[in-house]
């Protein structure tokens, strides 16, 4: 490939071989050997394709894992599919805030971690939501007896503690946002931007898709994962 002159890929990449190569002076102590070092564009493409690749099938292993679980913990499947698309819809609105809204020009790479991250505290917030809910029906009388009394009890009881832990959260990120490194600091403002999101999210989309599961399968057994005996 690098020897077929007719190719200009090949020439490419001897011109460049050629600029970037550096020898090291042989050296008793090293045994008289020489030592090449070279960097080629199109070859660290292909590397840093490959990672992408494997990092993107890992963050798809993940958010299925997440979705299951939810399945599991929930014992709805209409929850964990309203769950996982309200974690989704989060980053992309996130990088809408961030680049958009607040104006910020340089987004790194970096940032995609952030998938993992609210995941987990979208799956937590899920968690929160649904277990109030649940515990509705149980309360007194005033509070279970119809569905807007147990919306109102579960929504307060749940939005507060959810609160909590998302601004803590979005506190921490923003006070990583401080540091002077600019890949640290474009990491911090995105992922504060995509938990706050995710907060709003779950206390409105979560709940208008609890009213509909209410509705439609909560006492039907259809889309339940019977093996956690919900």
Known sequence: FMN???NPSGQAIRNEFADK???DEPQETTGGQVEVTYLLSLLLFDEIFALIIGDMLLAVISFVVVGFY???QTGSLWIAMFGMAEITISLPLGYWAYTYVFGIEFFDPICML???IVMAIGA???FIWFDAYKQSAYESPEISASLESRFIWAWHKAASAMLVTSLTTCVAFFATATSPLLSIKSFGYFTAFVIFLDYIYVITWLP???VLYNWWF???GFCKCTCCGA
Do not use: L, P, Q, R
């Open 4 to 6: 077929d002159i007719d």
């Open 21 to 23: 190569s550096e020898a």
């Open 70 to 72: 939810m399945w599991f």
């Open 114 to 116: 952030a998938v993992y």
């Open 124 to 126: 937590d917030d899920v």
């Open 208 to 210: 208008a898709a609890t």
């Open 218 to 220: 909560e006492n039907t």
